[in-house]
């Protein structure tokens, strides 16, 4: 499948999702729930704040780390947001705002143009776009 979300809008939709998760337990009233419920949003977004201000996107003032570093981390966030309500015996309010946001998360990281998790077709492979070396042993042992 070919990434279509361009990288300025991935930049700028990670500080909505940030800014969100920092606010998400008082905007959605998790503050009494447990002491996780409280915290997890409240770290992750203050990471992906600061990873957003030093990615190499359009959206970003300081340019200094990778793009595609940047969507790796925010897979490995997406995935552990998605996986601590388990982990921490959240209430179902907290639960599905854990699963959605770090849904998201990996769905934007997943589907940007210069995503690692998307492998684009190489035109200067003679085997018709195919990506893998596999295919060069047939011609390299004839």
Known sequence: MKPFISTAFYGFFKYILSLTL?????????????????????????????????????????????????????????????????????????????LILGGLLIFLANFTKGSPFLTEANDALPEGQLTSTDSLEGRLNN
């Not at 897979?75 to 947001?81: E, K, M, N, T, W």
């Open 22 to 98: 920092i606010a998400s337990p008082w905007l959605f009233n998790l503050v009494d729930i447990s002491s996780a419920a409280l915290l997890i949003p409240i770290y992750f977004g203050w990471l992906l704040l600061i990873m957003n201000i030093f990615a190499d996107t359009p959206a970003s003032p300081i340019r200094q780390f990778p793009i595609k570093m940047n969507m790796v981390a925010d897979v490995i966030f997406g995935f552990f947001l998605m996986v601590s309500p388990y982990l921490y015996t959240f209430s179902p309010k907290a639960h599905w705002l854990e």
